[in-house]
Nanobody
Framework: QVQLVESGGGLVQPGGSLRLSCGISQDIFSRHAFMGWYRQAPGKERELVASITSGGSTPYADSVKGRFTISRDTLTNTLYLQMNRLKPEDTGVYYC?????????WGQGAQVTVSW
């Protein structure tokens, strides 16, 4: 059974850091897969913030460029999102996403709240 299991969300003050992790099933953890992190802020649509394309590039949304870093560990089948210099507008539920062989998979979501 394909699984994406997220961890690492929480409450952090502005300027702080968090790292999100997403454990991904072996059968879809492929260098040919698209892997990404989306977020959904309250009252807004889900948006793509960072991704690793099947070609290996790592595009970022303008709002997080220079602050967030996406990476993956092929030994542990884990996707990461390192988030630095967090802002209140980064608050939302973050979802990991894998697209592979015509199918789309989602993690369960991790709440990130940036507030004093």
């Amino acid at each position: 059974q394909v699984q994406l299991v997220e961890s690492g969300g929480g409450l952090v003050q502005p300027g702080g850091s968090l790292r999100l992790s997403c454990g991904i099933s072996q059968d879809i953890f492929s260098r040919h897969a698209f892997m990404g992190w989306y977020r959904q802020a309250p009252g807004k649509e889900r948006e793509l913030v960072a991704s690793i394309t099947s070609g290996g590039s790592t595009p970022y949304a303008d709002s997080v460029k220079g602050r967030f870093t996406i990476s993956r560990d092929t030994l542990t089948n884990t996707l990461y999102l390192q988030m630095n210099r967090l802002k209140p507008e980064d608050t939302g539920v973050y979802y990991c996403n894998v697209q592979y062989r015509g199918s789309v998979y989602w993690g369960q979501g991790a709440q990130v709240t940036v507030s004093w």
